[in-house]
């Protein structure tokens, strides 16, 4: 099946320090990349939507200033979490979107342990 | 909108037991379902979908049924193992995002 990784799977920072994490689709290209934020015993909250190549579509509620994304390649969107704070603390899951058989499906990244000190 | 939670809600069968997890989705116009399993510390794992112009798909001890008129999605799994404890989600697609149910807790005793 297809493989999407992440790194760091953990990063721990300081409060006000920015992170980035990077998100890979490794066996094949996708088009489009989303990036998801997921609290302790809570579901999968989307955060915004990435295509390569332009500009990243953000949910409500998210602030773009804050949550950079950059969707270089087919294969690579990275997530810089910018002056990060306690609450930022949470798991970050990526997915990537194969279009295959006329159908789409996302395959999530194992996702990245973000500690804010 | 957010999803507010302290507690997810558990599901425990006994090993060997079939496990039947339900979700309900919220949006008619979703086309698309997929249920995920999520083990502790990882990414969801796809484990099976279905479109909404079926009301019933199979799989490799997994079984995904629709009920399009009450919004109602379940997932079954037969003789179920100590490895299918996990945290199970369901996800609709009204569009080209997916939007996750809650989230059942899977708890496998021997």
């Known amino acids: 099946g297809a493989v999407v990784s992440q790194h760091p799977s953990r990063v721990i920072c300081k409060s006000g320090t920015s992170v980035k994490i990077e998100c890979r689709s490794l066996?094949?290209?996708?088009?489009?990349m989303f990036w998801y934020r997921q609290f302790p015993k809570q579901s999968l909250m989307l955060m915004a939507t990435?295509?390569?190549?332009?500009?990243?579509?953000?949910e409500q509620g998210v602030e773009k200033d804050k949550f950079l994304i950059n969707h270089a390649s087919l294969t690579l969107s990275t997530l810089t979490v910018t002056s990060a704070h306690p609450e930022d603390s949470s798991f970050y899951i990526c997915?990537?979107?194969?279009?295959?058989?006329?159908?789409?499906?996302?395959?999530f990244g194992p996702g990245t342990r973000l500690t804010v000190l | 909108g957010e999803s507010v939670g302290l507690h997810l809600p558990t599901l425990s069968v006994q090993e060997g037991d079939n496990s039947i997890i339900n979700c309900a989705y919220s949006n008619s116009a979703s086309d698309y379902f997929i249920w995920y399993k999520q083990e502790s510390g990882k990414g969801p794992q796809f484990i099976i979908d279905?479109?909404?112009?079926?009301d019933k798909r199979q799989g490799q001890r997994v079984t995904v049924l629709l009920n399009k008129t009450v919004k109602h999605l379940s997932l079954q799994i037969a003789a179920t193992q100590p490895g299918d404890s996990a945290v199970y989600f369901c996800?609709?697609?009204?569009?080209?995002?997916?939007?996750f149910g809650t989230g059942t807790r899977l708890q496998v005793f021997p």
């Open positions: 066996d094949f290209q996708a088009t489009t």
């Open positions: 996800a609709e697609r009204p569009t080209d995002k997916l939007i």
């Open positions: 990435s295509n390569e190549g332009s500009k990243a579509t953000y």
């Open positions: 279905i479109r909404s112009n079926m």
């Open positions: 997915s990537a979107s194969l279009l295959a058989g006329g159908s789409d499906t996302q395959y």
